[in-house]
């Protein structure tokens, strides 16, 4: 475990922003027992008014959430939820009655496939790399608007996101790099000055290289290991077991790689009710 040495440890002495997937590097999903899924289904069809089977009408969402997966894969494009459960969950049922629900029913279906909590060491090590002087984004590819966001928000970490980038709301996803440099044109970095830090090589360090990125970190989860890649040109320059071990690959910039204007200028506000809104703290 922890961050591999060699030529990955040096480039990310450039880096000054990093940007980090969503679901298995700041969080692991859990599977639900069938009790707790058939609960979730039965919230679907109660929204929906339907009276098929539960177990019927879950193995027909499966099919069509997989179709979805396929074809969203084949063409590197994401759906909001809207046009998700419009066109492919239940196009059988007028848009105009699914539309206004789409959030909800999402939900309820991503709680069906998965619960997730987030790991102990990610509210810690983002607010210390934040503190240390790195711009932090975050870049995911999901099917929910309301998750991410929602989810900072509760760890009071929200704030030290410059952006949020999902595929749902920009249409785009990983392993393609357009994502990616959305969020750096939003933070205004160049994307030779950022990191990734994802959990699988064939989407995250595959868009990551393909962005231009100095950097890129793949965080092992023991509890849910993907499969191995072999192609050198996808190997992360540095594997971690531990999200806090990113402390020890990105420490305090020094001064003398920061950029210092003659004449000092800022361009910053303080609101103290946002910030408790934000932080844990205002340290």
């Known amino acids: 475990g922890g961050g591999r040495a060699g030529t990955g440890r040096i480039m990310s002495s450039s880096v000054r922003a990093i940007l980090y997937d969503m679901a ?16 979730h289904i039965q919230k679907i069809q109660e929204a929906i008014g339907s009276t098929a089977a539960a177990e019927d009408f879950h193995a ?5 959430a997989e179709a979805y997966r396929q074809w969203a894969l084949r063409e590197q494009v994401e759906l909001n939820e809207g046009e998700l459960w419009t066109k492919w969950m239940l196009p059988d049922l007028p848009a105009a009655q699914i539309a206004p629900l789409a959030v909800e029913l999402n939900q309820a279906w991503r709680a069906v496939n998965g619960i ?9 090590t983002i607010l210390a790399l934040c503190r240390r002087g790195y711009r932090i984004g975050l870049v995911s590819n999901t099917t929910s608007s309301v998750e991410a966001p929602r989810a900072l928000e509760e760890l009071q970490i929200a704030g030290c996101f410059d952006a949020v980038v999902l595929s749902c709301v920009v249409g785009m996803r990983k392993p393609g790099a357009e994502i990616l440099l959305e969020a750096t044109r939003r933070m205004g970095v160049d994307p030779s000055h ?5 959990d699988r090589s064939d989407r995250d360090v595959a868009a990551a290289r393909a962005a231009g990125f ?32 990113l ?29 408790m809104k934000k932080f844990a703290g205002l340290e």
Not at 25 to 30: A, E, I, M, S
Not at 60 to 64: A, E, N, P, S, V
Not at 194 to 198: D, H, L, T
Request: proline share 11%.
């Open 247 to 275: 402390l020890d690959i990105f420490p305090e910039p020094s001064a003398a790689g920061r950029k210092v204007a003659e004449v000092p200028c800022y361009d910053a506000s303080l609101s103290t009710m946002w910030g």
């Open 60 to 64: 027909l969402l499966l099919q069509r």
């Open 194 to 198: 950022c990191a990734y830090i994802g």
């Open 116 to 124: 997730f909590t987030m790991f102990p060491e990610t509210p810690g």
């Open 24 to 39: 298995g590097t700041l969080r692991r999903r859990q599977r639900p027992s069938p009790a707790e899924q058939l609960a």
């Open 214 to 245: 100095a950097c890129t970190v793949i965080h092992r989860d023991p509890q849910n290991l993907h499969m191995p890649v072999d192609d050198p040109d996808l190997q992360p320059a540095h594997v971690i077991d531990r999200l806090d071990q």
